[in-house]
């Protein structure tokens, strides 16, 4: 199930062992049953937007796919990083409770 993405073999396993440790994460997560999840970082995806193309993050789309899979919702709408040359958004809220985070302005 390798893409066509620049990335070796090595780098693409890898990034399915990460997408892997994040849902096992996210699974002992839901097991205690939280009153609602909240997930901020650095997870540098590398993307212009949330909904646009994944191709640049170094998690290709397994980040996005493992949040829209788990009903989560990423409320970072603009990019967190910005050069003379590129915008990307490298920082991340991912919660299942949007309605919760008022502000997530950069």
Do not use: M
Request: glycine content about 4%; hydrophobic content about 40%.
């Amino acid at each position: 199930q390798f893409s066509s993405l620049p990335y070796s073999t090595f780098d693409q396993v890898l990034i399915i062992k990460i997408a892997s440790f994040l849902q096992g994460v996210l699974n002992r997560i839901y097991a205690e049953k939280p009153e609602s999840i909240l997930i901020i970082g650095d997870l540098n995806d590398k993307c212009i937007t949330w909904d646009s193309d994944h191709k640049e993050s170094e998690l290709n789309n397994k980040l996005h796919d493992l949040v829209v899979g788990n009903n989560l919702f990423q409320v970072i709408d603009e990019p967190t990083h910005t050069t003379a040359t590129s915008c990307t958004l490298l920082d991340v809220i991912i919660t299942d409770s949007p309605a919760y985070i008022q502000d997530a302005g950069c």
